[in-house]
């Protein structure tokens, strides 16, 4: 095999995207940008809806009251209580108008030998009724406990009761982003190969700038070798970008702090064994988005023909979301794209061993390695380059 032709279709490839500016920049650029801003806009979002409704919970809130027994006044105090016999249609109509701050409080007319029951009409769509309703059934629950109060719960402020330990705390981050940041990785990989893999093999088959490389003297391998190194490379930078935005902008989507938010739970061996693993996906994957595409007509057509495969890719990436725990059979990490979503969630619940990553990039590597040599003979088939 003659590697310069090889590293002359890696530079033709490489001139063709990393020269069209605006392919580098939606491609490249844009993905882990807009990930970025729509990530933490959501977050914003998010934290100022929850800021909008601690707001309102703390309004003041009318307290309707209704037969209140004497003895357990002093649970109430500080609320605005509204005592006496109330018209019920009229004060249910003004708790459904969840524009009024109202709680309808009704005791007990009279002592059964059944448990009393106190009734608390409250309207959870209003944040300061739902307030309100929670702040009076505390209290209730407060002043039966203090009739014959025992024992008290965690009285001693200075001292912290809660013995949590901090590796715990960072396995609950960890086990959140197992199974978050694989699934966005793997589709934002595909998202790139979407957008590069069709126009460089369907889009010269389209064109007509396919035929004249096929007559060079060049060779098919070459040729296969040459586009899947290209298209790997641009592919990685842009899935790079993607994953950039993503990690940046998780602390907001999460409505975290930075500092809370520590990826120090990673080494650096995690780190490599990441890229690592992406690395090996991205050739498996363009690998299979470029057969596809040499086996379409157009570029419209190689669109119709992965569509399919996107839908499998879906599902894969959501695997860790769906539980059972990351596979212990190291056999379980010859499955090409389930087994580098499997790979990157133990990594990132810190659980993953050297076996299942040098499987997953080995076997990545040999699925690339077959995909070429089908590739290859694609090409040297009239029939599949220059049908119409």
């Known amino acids: 095999m003659r590697h310069n032709n090889i590293l002359t279709i890696f530079r033709k490839e490489c001139a063709r995207f990393f020269g069209d500016k605006t392919l580098l920049f939606t491609a490249?650029?844009?993905?882990?940008?807009?990930i970025f801003l729509v990530y933490s806009l959501m977050g914003k979002g998010i934290k100022s809806d929850l800021d909008s409704r601690m707001e309102q919970s703390q309004?003041?809130?009318?307290?309707?009251?209704?037969?209140?027994?004497?003895?357990?006044?002093?649970?109430f105090d500080s609320l605005d209580i509204q005592l006496g016999r109330f018209d019920t249609a009229s004060v249910f109509a003004q708790v459904r108008d969840k524009e009024q701050n109202i709680v309808y409080v009704v005791f007990p007319a009279e002592e059964t030998a059944e448990t009393p029951n106190i009734r608390i009409f409250y309207n959870s769509a209003n944040p300061a009724s739902l307030a309100a309703f929670n702040d009076i059934s505390y209290r209730i629950e407060a002043w039966e406990d203090e009739q014959c109060n025992i024992f008290d719960i965690n009285a001693d402020v200075n001292e912290c009761c809660d013995l949590v330990v901090e590796e715990d705390k960072d396995d609950e981050l960890a086990d959140v982003l197992s199974k978050l940041i694989p699934m966005l990785i793997l589709m934002m990989l595909f998202s790139?190969?979407?957008?590069?893999?069709?126009?460089?093999?369907?889009?010269?088959?389209?064109?007509?700038?396919?035929?004249?490389?096929?007559?060079?003297?060049?060779?098919?391998?070459?040729?296969?070798?040459?586009?899947?190194?290209?298209?790997?490379?641009?592919t990685l930078l842009s899935g790079c970008s993607s994953f950039l935005g993503i990690m940046l902008s998780l602390p907001k989507m999460m409505q975290m702090d930075s500092a809370e938010m520590d990826m120090n739970i990673y080494s650096a061996?995690?780190?490599?064994?990441?890229?690592?693993?992406?690395?090996?996906?991205?050739?498996?994957?363009i690998s299979c988005v470029s057969i596809l595409s040499a086996y379409a007509k157009d570029v419209k057509s190689s669109g119709t023909l992965i569509t399919p495969f996107m839908l499998v890719i879906m599902g894969i990436g959501i695997s860790p979301l769906l539980g059972g725990g990351v596979p212990e059979a190291w056999y379980a990490y010859l499955l090409p794209f389930y087994n580098s979503v499997q790979c990157m969630s133990a990594i990132f619940a810190r659980s993953a061993t050297v076996v299942p990553v040098v499987v997953t990039v080995l076997s990545d590597l040999i699925y690339t390695l077959v995909a070429v040599w089908v590739l290859e003979k694609m090409f040297d088939?009239?029939?599949?380059?220059?049908?119409k």
């Open 28 to 34: 490249v650029i844009m993905p882990g940008l807009l």
């Open 381 to 387: 088939s009239e029939k599949i380059m220059f049908s």
């Open 59 to 75: 309004q003041p809130v009318a307290v309707m009251v209704e037969n209140m027994p004497e003895e357990i006044s002093p649970a």
């Open 192 to 234: 790139a190969c979407m957008a590069v893999a069709p126009t460089s093999i369907a889009g010269e088959k389209e064109r007509g700038t396919i035929a004249t490389l096929l007559v060079t003297p060049l060779k098919r391998k070459e040729l296969a070798f040459g586009k899947i190194l290209a298209l790997s490379l641009f």
């Open 269 to 285: 061996g995690d780190i490599v064994s990441i890229l690592v693993v992406i690395l090996g996906t991205v050739l498996m994957m």
